[in-house]
């Protein structure tokens, strides 16, 4: 099958990349806001296959159909995304222009095609506020910020195309808290700017790259005050993908978590435990659209497609600091 990756050279879609082109040829687009072609090679070399890939923007409806056209994709798996909150309240416009611009131009080229597999990087982000673990039918609607409110429209812009294309197969995959690496060391969360997900920056807090790691709150209703998150590996999450393309059927909606919660206290120590190395941190105040809680029930992952997450939250730690310390190298 030819399985075309929309952001394919970012964290995510490169780590899917790695395990679909087992069995799959493998397209990517990627506009490189946010990544280089330096993952392209990595992806080749870990595999040892080829990957064809194009630089360019998703909103560029031509070149798409191109695309498209010239590669007999059967499946898209739609990754690319600007995906900061803190950027998305501040450039409001930039981050709906990209989110849902290039999900309609790409939704539209795909029936101009005729591609009938589509597979959605969606997030937690989606649901509302919860101390308990939230399953697919949880109230969703979170709109704290734009970036929160591209993954809901995008959703609902789904829902709405799968009603009257009854013969499209949608898949939506709600991502919790992706981190970790590939255990080659050479690919992993590498944003081009300066990161703003907990991990890249705990390892940076170790390297001594930068001085501290901001704690984002001590005051939340948790058992040491911390946030709570669902962290899963990306190796995991990247299996998840190719039973959900493998079991396509319908409109389908999963989460991918491990269902187990980490305060940010608990990640910190964890990772000097695993690696033997210090993370220099301090509490500072919460920060902004930020819930106490998100964890998820991952059931139905489990017993529609038969998925679970195996790696543990050592194992993620390990591969987060092998990765950083190879970059260095
Ligand atoms: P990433 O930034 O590493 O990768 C996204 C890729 O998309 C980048 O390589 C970027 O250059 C590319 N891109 C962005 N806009 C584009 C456009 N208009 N045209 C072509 N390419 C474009 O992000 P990621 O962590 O790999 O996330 C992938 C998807 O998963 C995103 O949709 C994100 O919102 C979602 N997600 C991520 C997380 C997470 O914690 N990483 C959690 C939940 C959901
Ligand atoms: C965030 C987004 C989510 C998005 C995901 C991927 C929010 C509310 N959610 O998830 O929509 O899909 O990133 O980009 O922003 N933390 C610190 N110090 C730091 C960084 C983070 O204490 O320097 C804490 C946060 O407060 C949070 C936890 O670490 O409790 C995880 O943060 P992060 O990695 O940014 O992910 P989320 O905020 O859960």
């Known amino acids: 099958m030819a399985i075309l990756i929309t952001g394919g050279a970012g964290y995510i879609g490169s780590h899917v ?9 493998v397209v990517i687009v990627d506009n490189l806001s946010n990544s280089d072609t330096s ?5 080749q070399k870990i595999t040892n296959k080829p990957v064809k890939f194009y630089k360019a923007d998703i909103r560029d409806k031509n070149k798409l159909k191109e695309i498209l056209e010239t590669n007999n994709i059967e499946t898209i798996l739609h990754c690319a995304a600007l995906k900061s909150v803190e ?22 080229v795909m029936q101009e095609v005729g591609v009938k597999n589509f597979i959605f990087s ?14 697919e039918e949880s109230k969703i609607g979170n709109s704290s910020n734009p970036y929160a409110v591209t993954k809901v429209m995008t959703e609902e812009i789904l829902k709405d195309l799968a ?10 995959l709600r991502y919790f808290n992706p981190i970790g690496a590939h255990e080659s060391g050479l690919l992993g969360d590498n944003p ?4 703003t997900n907990l991990l890249p920056l705990v390892a940076k807090a170790a390297s001594g790259e930068i001085d501290s790691l901001n704690v984002f709150g001590d005051d939340y209703p948790t058992r040491d005050g911390t946030a709570i998150r669902d962290y899963i590996h990306i190796m995991d999450l990247s299996d998840g993908h190719i039973l959900a393309i493998n079991n396509m059927n319908g ?12 305060t940010v206290l ?5 990772f000097e435990k695993a690696n033997n190395v210090k993370v220099p941190y301090k509490i500072v105040g919460r920060r902004k659209g930020d819930f106490p809680v998100s964890v998820c029930d991952a059931t139905k992952a489990q017993e529609e497609l038969g998925w679970k997450a195996k790696k543990t939250l050592t194992q993620m730690c390990k591969d987060t600091w092998n990765f950083e310390k190879s970059k260095q190298n």
């Open 192 to 195: 081009k700017f300066v990161p």
């Open 266 to 270: 608990e990640v910190i120590k964890e």
């Open 17 to 25: 990349a790695i395990n679909l082109l087992q069995d799959n040829e």
């Open 39 to 43: 993952i392209i090679e990595k992806i």
């Open 122 to 135: 969606s997030s937690a982000t989606v649901y509302s506020e919860s101390l308990e673990p939230v399953n």
């Open 87 to 108: 950027e998305s309240i501040e450039k409001p416009l930039e981050y709906y222009d990209n989110n849902i611009g290039g999900i309609i131009t790409l939704l539209q």
């Open 251 to 262: 409109f389908k909606i999963y989460n991918f978590g491990t269902g187990t919660g980490s």
């Open 163 to 172: 009603r009257v294309n009854p013969d499209l197969n949608i898949t939506i």
